[in-house]
Nanobody
Framework: LVELVESGGDSVHAVGSLRLSCKAN????????ISWFRQSPGKERVWVVL???????VYAGVVKVRFTISKVDAEKTLYLQMNNLNPDDTGVYYC?????????????????????WGQGTQVTVSS
C-alpha cells in the first residue's frame, strides 16, 4: 500500500517561507519516484519538483533556486523547503508517486505517470 501523507501548508506573506512534508514508508521511496505538484485556483495541476534520489532532483524553472527538496531517512519524510514565496505560489500542493521504470529510473513527471497522490496541503501567499 502506497500512502503519502502531506502536511505543512499555511498562509504566509510574500517573501516568506514554508516547509512542506510528505511522509511515506521506505519501500515507497525505493519503488517510486516522488514529485510535488501544485494546483493554483482556476488552473491545472502542474509539476514542481521531481526527486529520484538524494543526488538527482529536477525543479521546474519557476521554483528553481527558491525551493529545495530533501529527505530525512530516519523520519521517512521528504521536505519541500519553499523560500521567497510570492502570490503565484498559492495553491494546493500534492505529493505524488510514480513507479520507477524497469531500469530503476524515473518517468517524466507528468500527471499521466503518477500512480498515487497525497491528499494535498493548502499554501496561500498574500502580497
Amino acid at each position: 500500500l502506497v500512502e503519502l501523507v502531506e502536511s505543512g501548508g499555511d498562509s504566509v506573506h510574500a517573501v516568506g517561507s514554508l516547509r512542506l512534508s510528505c511522509k511515506a514508508n521506505e519501500w515507497t521511496y525505493l519503488r517510486y519516484c516522488i514529485s510535488w505538484f501544485r494546483q493554483s485556483p482556476g488552473k491545472e495541476r502542474v509539476w514542481v519538483v521531481l526527486r529520484d534520489s538524494s543526488i538527482f532532483t529536477v525543479y521546474a524553472g519557476v521554483v528553481k533556486v527558491r525551493f529545495t527538496i530533501s529527505k530525512v531517512d530516519a523520519e521517512k519524510t521528504l521536505y519541500l523547503q519553499m523560500n521567497n514565496l510570492n502570490p503565484d505560489d498559492t495553491g494546493v500542493y500534492y505529493c505524488a508517486a510514480g513507479v520507477r521504470t524497469s531500469w530503476g529510473t524515473c518517468n517524466a513527471p507528468t500527471i499521466e505517470n503518477i500512480d498515487y497522490w497525497g491528499q494535498g496541503t493548502q499554501v496561500t501567499v498574500s502580497s
